[in-house]
């Protein structure tokens, strides 16, 4: 997070500009300005002096507000103090806290663009200090919740570390093992959902130095070679003139093409310096291509994709990189860093799939590194900034999750004494349901958990009231992260009043209802039953009850008298092995993984299977339900 070299002629530049510009500049602002807020992820280095080459003295943290007493030369360190700490910072990583007067046409502006009140403050605070600055805001199609369902899909986000930002879903962690699934060469795990949410918010990076992800990317005639070389690390220095070159034909911001190149590092592991063994000679300095397949690491695919694209020279690389990015992503509407990491507006393509990296926080992080790197007179220059809204936002911002411990939350079963749960125990099952008798008034619930440290409530004896009790099992993860399991339990109600009939001769009911054919709707299946003294109620497996949708395998038939249940039934579709109301291809794979002793399936699950009632599931049964998907066979019921 430490400021980077600028090259020697950069510096002269940027002294004749302030120059040009006069002292008072810098005069002024130090004198209207007194505090700031830190932007980090994780800390913030505090320095002897304006440099990294000076001794690291303090942190500061994510929201720490300081007071700043003098601004380098070059605005790219400031010296702070909060309470004893006083040093030196660099100023990409601090947001002025500059003071807002109330700007009407601003506010017209703001109102006129659509942006939702929690966005305004942290525009106001950027506007005050850079008020050239353009905000666009861009209303997308979706929902909050429907985007971040799909990019929390296993493997489309990932991070390093710290493990406390990892994913355990289903997916993502070997239980065998013990191990994170590596999505990619060198401990890219999957994200967690929660971490995905906070690096998916726009509200959570509205400051000078992160609103970088959101600036437009295509070329602009103000962009200069020693801006490049200012972004650029050392070792790629001397590219700058051949990547300015390049973005100008390939008509994208060379500036952001700097800022990739920094973040993907390729310097570092032969991509960049054409030294990859077996591929001397060959570039690819943003990694295009490379990712880990076929048994070949990240990096080895990346080298083969630059071979086989011809790219024997850095410039050919540059420019051939710089057509591919602006062809494949700016052109089609993924125009800033944010929109290249979360695909929500290339539809050409693919939403949620066609993504640059799978890096959760590379548009941050690549934001950071731009604005570190921009000279005074860029970000005195009217930048324009596409601002996403998503519809249906949370009220509340979603927040970085702990950094310490892990998301071990799990169970590894769940026991009630004398009873069997349905469906059967898996971990990421997180609802049950059981039924017991009227004369039955407590079980005992037990369960145990994947990890020692973790930590669980709900478990012991449970005293039961006639009807439905509900359980909840609270697992807490040693980073913070809980995971409720649910058990209802339906205990007959006490013998009195008179009993709910079921007149019906549609479907059979003795220990399970049957004889229900396949999507027959829940209000149907109730009217079915025609029953007298009481009412009908269906319940899905969760507890929750169903008043529309379908029937299903492992749905509860519940009989009331007013309020008070006087029984209850599950029920069993034969060929609805799956629990979805329907009879298809599904249903055959699941009794077929559960023959070969893939994946078992029992309970009630296993009844419905087993269409020919013999009391076993095996290939006689397969066929039966296969000449019913074909049609051959009217009913399994």
């Given at each position: 997070m430490q400021t980077r070299k600028r090259c020697l002629s950069f510096l002269l530049c940027l002294c004749l500009l302030i120059t040009c510009m006069g002292h008072a500049t810098i005069q002024a602002l130090a004198a209207t300005v007194s505090t700031g807020t830190v932007h980090v992820d994780d800390s913030l280095r505090v320095r002897q002096g304006p440099g990294t080459n000076y001794t690291q003295i303090g942190n500061l943290y994510n929201g720490d507000v300081v007071t700043i007493l003098e601004i380098s030369s070059d605005k790219a360190w400031y010296k702070i103090s909060k309470g004893t700490l006083t040093g030196w910072c660099s100023s990409a990583y601090i947001t002025i806290n500059a003071t807002y007067k109330t700007d009407e046409k601003f506010e017209a502006y703001l109102t006129e663009q659509g942006f939702p009140e929690d966005y305004k403050p942290g525009l106001r605070q950027i506007h005050a200090?850079?008020?050239?600055?353009?905000?666009?805001?861009?209303?997308?199609?979706?929902?909050?919740?429907?985007?971040?369902?799909?990019?929390?899909?296993v493997g489309r986000n990932t991070i390093q570390l710290p493990e406390s930002w990892k994913s355990m879903e289903y997916g993502a962690y070997d239980w065998t093992s013990g191990e994170y699934v590596e999505f990619d060469t060198g401990g890219w795990d999957a994200a967690h959902p929660n971490l995905i949410a906070y690096y998916m918010d726009p509200r959570n990076f509205l400051n000078s130095t992160y609103l970088f992800q959101f600036e437009k990317l295509s070329y602009s005639n103000t962009q200069t070679v020693a801006g490049i070389q200012a972004i650029l690390p050392s070792a790629l220095d001397k590219h700058a003139a051949d990547l300015f070159k390049a973005s100008k034909e390939a008509n994208v911001?060379?500036?952001?093409?700097?800022?990739?190149?920094?973040?993907?590092?390729?310097?570092?592991?032969?991509?960049?310096?054409?030294?990859?063994?077996?591929?001397?000679?060959?570039?690819?300095?943003?990694?295009?291509?490379?990712?880990?397949?076929?048994?070949?690491?990240?990096?080895?695919?990346?080298?083969?994709?630059?071979?086989?694209?011809?790219?024997?020279?850095?410039?050919?690389?540059?420019?051939?990189?710089?057509?591919?990015?602006?062809?494949?992503?700016?052109?089609?509407?993924?125009?800033?860093?944010?929109?290249?990491?979360?695909?929500?507006?290339?539809?050409?393509?693919?939403?949620?799939?066609?993504?640059?990296?799978?890096?959760?926080?590379?548009?941050?992080?690549?934001?950071?590194?731009?604005?570190?790197?921009?000279?005074?007179?860029?970000?005195?220059?009217?930048?324009?900034?596409?601002?996403?809204?998503?519809?249906?936002?949370?009220?509340?911002?979603?927040?970085?999750?702990?950094?310490?411990?892990?998301?071990?939350?799990?169970?590894?079963?769940?026991?009630?004494?004398?009873?069997?749960?349905?469906?059967?125990?898996?971990?990421?099952?997180?609802?049950?349901?059981?039924?017991?008798?009227?004369?039955?008034?407590?079980?005992?619930?037990?369960?145990?958990?994947?990890?020692?440290?973790?930590?669980?409530?709900?478990?012991?004896?449970?005293?039961?009231?006639?009807?439905?009790?509900?359980?909840?099992?609270?697992?807490?993860?040693?980073?913070?992260?809980?995971?409720?399991?649910?058990?209802?339990?339906?205990?007959?109600?006490?013998?009195?009043?008179?009993a709910p009939t079921i007149t019906g001769k549609v479907h059979s009911v003795a220990d399970v209802v049957t004889k229900v054919e396949p999507e027959t709707s829940v209000n149907k299946f109730i009217t079915n039953l025609a029953v007298t003294n009481g009412t009908a109620k269906v319940f899905a497996a969760d507890g929750k009850q169903k008043t529309s949708g379908n029937i299903a395998t492992g749905d509860i038939l519940r009989l009331y008298n007013g309020t008070t249940l006087h029984a209850s039934y599950p029920v069993v579709i034969y060929g609805d092995s799956n629990g979805d109301g329907k009879i298809n291809s599904q249903d055959l794979r699941k009794a077929q993984r559960h023959i070969l002793n893939v994946q078992s399936i029992d309970s009630y699950f296993l009844t419905a299977a087993d269409v020919n009632k013999d009391g076993k599931l095996n290939s006689q049964d397969l066929r039966q339900v296969q000449r019913h998907v074909l049609g051959i066979t009217a009913t399994l019921q």
């Open positions: 200090q850079y008020p050239n600055w353009i905000f666009k805001a861009e209303h997308l199609s979706m929902t909050w919740a429907t985007a971040w369902a799909a990019e929390s899909k911001s060379a500036y952001f093409l700097a800022t990739r190149m920094t973040q993907e590092g390729s310097q570092n592991n032969g991509l960049g310096t054409g030294t990859y063994p077996g591929y001397e000679g060959y570039y690819n300095f943003f990694h295009i291509g490379a990712y880990a397949d076929d048994g070949r690491t990240a990096v080895h695919n990346g080298a083969i994709y630059a071979k086989n694209n011809g790219w024997n020279t850095p410039y050919k690389c540059l420019l051939g990189s710089a057509k591919y990015i602006g062809k494949s992503y700016i052109n089609l509407g993924q125009d800033t860093l944010y929109y290249q990491k979360y695909n929500v507006v290339n539809t050409t393509s693919g939403l949620y799939a066609h993504q640059y990296m799978t890096n959760t926080r590379a548009a941050a992080d690549e934001a950071a590194i731009r604005r570190q790197s921009a000279s005074a007179e860029q970000l005195a220059s009217n930048l324009t900034f596409a601002i996403p809204v998503y519809k249906s936002m949370p009220a509340t911002v979603a927040a970085l999750p702990s950094k310490t411990g892990n998301n071990d939350n799990f169970l590894d079963s769940i026991t009630v004494s004398g009873h069997k749960l349905t469906p059967t125990f898996d971990r990421y099952t997180m609802a049950y349901s059981l039924h017991v008798g009227s004369d039955v008034a407590a079980v005992n619930v037990s369960a145990k958990l994947h990890n020692a440290n973790a930590k669980l409530t709900g478990v012991g004896t449970v005293k039961l009231n006639h009807g439905v009790n509900t359980v909840k099992l609270t697992a807490t993860a040693t980073s913070g992260l809980t995971r409720t399991y649910t058990i209802t339990i339906t205990r007959d109600g006490a013998p009195s009043g008179t």
